[in-house]
């Protein structure tokens, strides 16, 4: 059984692969700033890591996961950054090997059973969004309970890998704003900007998730598309001016 006092949770935002070049965007990791929030709202006790804004090189996370020894890790995965992402997980398994290592995004839900082939080190991917089965998984991890039961798991059973219940879509409206505190050092510093904007820092909101439309070459196949409300998505914008 995990140690039921460590609720310490590190989702990595993963350094730009452009990183040496003249960057024309720095954007913050609104995906890992939702999950942020609903973990905290549960006892959990995260941190975000935005190696891409701090310009932290793959070594320095794995130090900064040897040091805090957390439950678990969490990255968000986009095909284009699969090697990298590979290369993180492996170190972070080194520096802390009792940590949970957990994959999601796109990469996942289009090809899970293929990512949890690729990626050993990996021990659980989540289909989907990941606000309510990200609490579920660790809470079930946290108290040493079996985790098929967890929507979107996708996890091994005797060397196999094995995909779990459908996700759940939560309604927008029980989903938390995203923890922007947790990188208030990134808004601050100014380390937020597009070349096309002026002013720094810049920040980005959601007004909807999914998407209505049913294009051959995208993974989105499963549409669920809702939107916010517009004075939901106005209050949001009035709370990043302020």
Known sequence: MSDSKNRKVILINPRATYYNEIAQKCYPPMH????AAALRDNGFDPQVLD????RMTDREIADQVREVKPLAVGLSLYSD???QVRDITQMVRRASPHTKIVLGG???TSVP??????FSDVDFSLIGEAEQ???TLLEAVLAGNPVSHVPGIVHRENSQVVIGPEPVFPELSDVPRPARDLVEWAYQAKQYYSIMVRQKPVDTLFTSRGCPFRCGFCYNFRQKY???TPQDVVDELAGIRD
Not at 51 to 54: K, L, S
Not at 113 to 118: A, D, F, H, S, V
């Open 81 to 83: 950054i699969l090697r």
């Open 226 to 228: 809702r939107y916010r």
């Open 113 to 118: 059973e293929q990512t949890m082939e690729q």
């Open 51 to 54: 190696a891409n804004a701090a």
């Open 32 to 35: 890992l700033l939702y999950l």
């Open 133 to 135: 089965s990200l609490v």
């Open 106 to 108: 796109p990469h996942v």
